[in-house]
């Protein structure tokens, strides 16, 4: 007579794991888990109690429940993948991230680290499980910062631009007001666009916030959401270039002291909760465009 686990291996379904290989994956997994609590401390350390890594810990926190609500979904789906792939993977990704960690390169280490983690749990759960957890999965590696080379390549171009559009508004209004660069003189006073304010970080910020909203309420509508994440960064680049002239007057009027310390801070945080509010608006707006105009063009021709 065969057993359950002989029915299962005709079928094609992973039968259960035998003593060793249930050890072994264990193993692995409280040795990772150990070899990563160090990065995480780190990141946590160096990016979340900042501005730009802010939103770490609401991504954490949204991205374990979303991959913990994936999981039931797909978990009948997960088979134990070719030991040989997983050792050669981890070869190469953990001396890389043993160099990042002695080097203390936080941006690196990250990834390399949550790289190590995805290719443990390919080891316990299949290629096809991973495919299906797909946005979870991604949604997840915002909890690190990007790369310092990456974040100045793209803000340069962007402090440039907020700085010359913040000039040219003002000039409008007959205020006195010049700049070369991201430098920007206004009256005895010279401001310098940094990196916080060219838009990079509400980008990040912004960009994983918004989708996990787009996911969670339009994830069957895959061209609307596209619609919605190409949104994204001119809403961002539009609040911050809001932000630039609140600092601009704020220092013109109330002096160089007003527009530092808790009124900065406090215009990035509300600069970026209007730039949320205005992606859902946006959405409220567009959606019932895109279901009469879009979708319902579609339903005709079909």
Known sequence: MATVADTRIAAGQPGPLSRNARFGAISLVIGLLLFSIPTMIFVVRQSWTGEEGAHGPIVLVTGLWLLFRRWKEVSGLARVAPSASVWALLACLVPLQIFARITQIVEIEGYLMYACLLVVLYSLVGLEVMKRLWFPLFYLAFIFPPPETLVAFVTVPMKI????????????????????????????????????????????????????????????????????????????????????????LLTFHAGEAAAQGFLHNFAGILMFSIALLTIFGLDLLLKPLWDRYIRGGEDDRS
């Open 161 to 248: 631009w907020l700085s010359e559009a913040a000039i040219w508004f003002l000039d409008m209004f007959g205020y006195p007001i010049g700049g070369e660069g991201v430098r920007i003189y206004i009256g005895q006073y010279e401001l310098l666009v940094a990196a916080a304010c060219s838009g990079i970080n509400s980008i990040i910020s912004l960009s994983a916030i918004s989708l996990f909203y787009i996911y969670m309420r339009h994830q069957a509508h895959w061209r609307y959401a596209l619609l919605l994440v190409l949104l994204i960064v001119p809403v961002a680049l539009i609040a911050n270039f809001f932000r630039v002239l609140v600092l601009i």
